[in-house]
C-alpha cells in the first residue's frame, strides 16, 4: 500500500465511519482507481461552495450530476468482485 492509498484509507474511515466496511472498502478502491475523477468531483464542488451553497447541497447537487459515470464505476467494480 502506497502512501496514497494510505491517506485515502484514512481520509474515508474518517470521513465515512457510519458506513459498513464493505462500503468503505469499495469507496477506497474508487477512489484508488479513478482518482482524476473524484478530484473533478472535489473540484465541482468547491466551485459550488464558493457561490455559497453550503458543502451537503454542492456535494448532493454534484453527485447527481455525475450520477451515470459513478453508476459505471460502481458497476465496473462490482462486476471485478465476482
Do not use: C, Y
Not at 447541497?57 to 458497476?75: F, G, P, S, Y
Request: hydrophobic share 40%; net charge positive.
Amino acid at each position: 500500500m502506497g502512501v496514497k492509498d494510505f491517506l485515502i484509507k484514512k481520509m474515508v474511515k474518517a470521513k465515512m465511519k457510519h458506513l459498513p466496511q464493505d462500503q468503505q472498502n469499495m469507496i477506497i478502491a474508487l477512489v484508488s482507481e479513478n482518482p482524476d475523477f473524484f478530484k473533478k468531483i472535489q473540484a465541482q464542488i468547491e466551485t459550488k461552495k464558493k457561490q455559497g451553497q453550503n458543502e451537503q447541497m454542492a456535494m448532493m447537487q454534484v453527485m447527481r450530476e455525475n450520477q451515470a459515470e459513478i453508476q459505471k464505476l460502481v458497476a465496473s467494480w462490482q462486476s471485478k468482485q465476482k
